[in-house]
């Protein structure tokens, strides 16, 4: 390849997302017939999702594994034996939120995808068309959108809904938030006393808030959801159980025929009546919990989760491309969960 | 009701549409348990499908019925069984493409909606986000949507595809569809040569082009095709087979991923290798057939065909609410297929 590594793709990986072995073939690649004869060899592993317990023992000893690791809830039977085999596991999912790693940070890159296709499966579930329309029979009026958590995900799903002709509103607990969603052309929606004003912290995701935080704005949301057509959630913290946003009685107070998606149902769902994959029912309003809005444009998210990969590897390789962690950088010592036999990263040793 | 007549509806009629038997109680119309019941007594029928044969004998004799009759495709028998209690049948479809008609063309209002609903649904097969994304990891490219047929389906379908940010083209063998795309700001492909010019008929539908002009036509489209990642077909001629603008080679030659829309599959589709409501890979190429677009927005789409049918009322009552006929008025007499025993519409008779 160009930056002088060889790389080897697993037969029909990119399948699903229209990415033939030809095509992979054609740009220098070796294709292998299963994942075993894939990594063989390999200084560097790159995959999607961390190892089933089952496949460490076909890495090779020593190697670097480069993954979505969901750090917080690995078995600690795959960190056993990822130490028990030397592996450098690191995680995606702990890029650091600073300016430099911004080309490496998959969490952005798959959220940002997600928020547009959470709009784009909750106007498949909404049986009203969202924009305004003026016809010769009559106005349809455009849908009330309401997307809660204005991070990267909420962000794209306000821009998507505002695209697709909806009268967008959004809430979130960090006050910078506000300028951002008014900047997308929709109204923000939140208490906005003492603790929301302090709540913004300097990574970028949110922290937790108070009960009697969550309780105001519970209230407020409250009568606000009532009125709504599309609600959108997408509040995650991560290590924890994604906060309920929207309770059942809540949803028992939206119109029937309104639609709630539920991005965070994979972390417990903003909604407790949501559920993996499902559109549930309840009195006409329907809950859809999508758990991998990604795997949905599976296309875009591949090519992005590459770039991000590829955005990452000169922080592993020394100049003639051998594998070389560079141990006293922020990036590298962020996203490092095991090295050499031992689990070297604080966020998951508790 | 306001207009002096009573309302009789079929229990749970809008549940699906999720419009409540109360909310129709409400509104002072009684809920009738099954069909018999609710068209006992009845001097006018309204209903969205024209009857089966099985229906008629429910039907009161001399009643007016006025529904989506699909003109073209009854069944001999429902004719006879009509004539044989002397309904009055009129059907929706041939409410004429006149100024004053506009607010009863369930045709358009229901175009309309499916025109958009196209693009949603291709929007949600397509694996790729639509608009362009410009993200830290790189640039997502918008997606090439083509829309072939630019009537008020395909209007809107282009209209809703530029909302969502792809790059739109269209295509439509009327001159006057050229500037009115334009106007949409999606650019025209067709060959304009002086058949095109000559093809745009005084009614508004596109009358059947020469196998010479559609070969041309073809010809152009198919290098288009080639660069295509959406395409939304919406070619129909009333009374015949939807014309083939996709042959089987042109989705051969469109990339893995790309998704074709064939909103004509109910009339024998634009694409051979569409199927109805079922999507179709072909290597990679997604083919997807609707038969009926407008029952996945069934709130508009009912709320839209009811606005149709109360500006049509006026027509067939007197002042005192009676049933009254009037049979000198051109959009009546348009739209009457049987009456009085006798088949009425020349359209139907050959």
Same mark, same amino acid.
């Given at each position: 390849?160009?930056?002088?590594?060889?790389?080897?793709?697993?037969?029909?990986?990119?399948?699903?997302?229209?990415?033939?072995?030809?095509?992979?073939?054609?740009? !220098?690649?070796?294709?292998?017939?299963?994942?075993?004869?894939?990594?063989?060899?390999?200084?560097?592993?790159?995959?999607?999702?961390?190892?089933?317990? @089952?496949?460490?023992?076909?890495?090779?000893? !020593?190697?670097?594994?480069?993954?979505?690791?969901?750090?917080?809830?690995?078995?600690?039977? +795959?960190?056993?034996?990822?130490?028990?085999?030397?592996?450098?596991?690191?995680?995606?999912?702990?890029?650091?939120?600073?300016?430099?790693?911004?080309?490496?940070?998959?969490?952005?890159?798959?959220?940002?995808?997600?928020?547009?296709?959470?709009?784009?499966? !909750?106007?498949?579930?909404?049986?009203?068309?969202?924009?305004?329309?003026?016809?010769? *029979?009559?106005?349809?009026?455009?849908?009330?959108?309401?997307?809660?958590?204005? @991070?990267?995900?909420?962000?794209?799903?306000?821009?998507?809904?505002?695209?697709?002709?909806?009268? +967008?509103? *959004?809430?979130?607990?960090?006050?910078?938030?506000?300028?951002?969603?008014?900047?997308?052309?929709?109204?923000?929606?939140?208490?906005?006393?003492?603790?929301?004003?302090?709540?913004?912290?300097?990574?970028?995701?949110?922290?937790?808030?108070?009960?009697?935080?969550?309780?105001?704005?519970?209230?407020?949301?409250?009568?606000?959801?009532?009125?709504?057509?599309?609600? =959108?959630?997408?509040?995650?913290?991560?290590?924890?159980?994604?906060?309920?946003?929207?309770?059942?009685?809540?949803?028992?107070?939206?119109?029937?025929?309104?639609?709630? +998606?539920?991005?965070? +149902?994979?972390? @417990?769902?903003?909604?407790?009546?949501?559920?993996?994959?499902?559109?549930?029912? =309840?009195?006409?309003?329907?809950?859809?919990?999508?758990?991998?809005?990604?795997?949905?444009?599976? *296309?875009?998210?591949?090519?992005?989760?590459?770039?991000?990969?590829?955005?990452?590897?000169?922080?592993?390789?020394?100049?003639?491309?051998?594998?070389?962690?560079?141990?006293?950088?922020?990036? &590298?010592?962020?996203?490092?969960?095991?090295? @050499? !036999?031992?689990? &070297?990263?604080?966020?998951?040793?508790?």
């Amino acid at each position: 390849m160009a930056s002088g590594h060889s790389v080897t793709i697993e037969s029909d990986a990119g399948k699903t997302a229209g990415f033939l072995d030809s095509a992979y073939e054609e740009a !220098g690649a070796s294709i292998a017939k299963d994942a075993a004869g894939t990594v063989q060899g390999a200084d560097i592993v790159f995959k999607v999702r961390g190892p089933e317990e @089952g496949e460490i023992a076909t890495l090779p000893d !020593g190697a670097a594994l480069i993954a979505l690791m969901e750090p917080f809830a690995m078995d600690p039977k +795959v960190i056993a034996g990822l130490n028990a085999k030397k592996i450098a596991a690191l995680s995606m999912e702990f890029t650091p939120r600073i300016t430099r790693a911004q080309s490496m940070d998959a969490l952005s890159s798959q959220s940002n995808l997600s928020g547009y296709r959470a709009v784009i499966e !909750g106007a498949q579930i909404y049986g009203r068309a969202m924009p305004m329309m003026m016809t010769a *029979a009559g106005t349809v009026a455009p849908a009330k959108v309401f997307v809660m958590g204005a @991070g990267v995900a909420g962000l794209q799903a306000i821009a998507t809904a505002r695209r697709l002709g909806g009268v +967008v509103t *959004a809430t979130d607990v960090r006050p910078a938030a506000k300028e951002q969603v008014a900047s997308l052309g929709a109204k923000f929606i939140a208490v906005e006393d003492d603790e929301f004003k302090a709540a913004e912290t300097a990574g970028g995701y949110a922290k937790q808030m108070s009960a009697e935080y969550q309780a105001k704005q519970a209230e407020l949301t409250a009568s606000h959801i009532a009125k709504q057509d599309i609600v =959108v959630t997408t509040a995650l913290i991560p290590g924890r159980a994604a906060p309920v946003l929207i309770t059942e009685e809540m949803v028992k107070s939206m119109k029937p025929g309104s639609v709630i +998606v539920d991005m965070a +149902v994979a972390q @417990g769902g903003n909604c407790p009546l949501s559920a993996p994959d499902e559109i549930v029912d =309840v009195g006409g309003v329907k809950v859809a919990g999508f758990s991998n809005l990604p795997a949905r444009l599976p *296309a875009d998210s591949s090519s992005l989760y590459s770039k991000n990969l590829l955005a990452f590897l000169p922080l592993v390789t020394a100049e003639d491309s051998s594998l070389n962690l560079d141990t006293d950088d922020e990036v &590298v010592t962020a996203m490092l969960l095991t090295r @050499g !036999g031992e689990t &070297v990263n604080e966020r998951i040793q508790s």
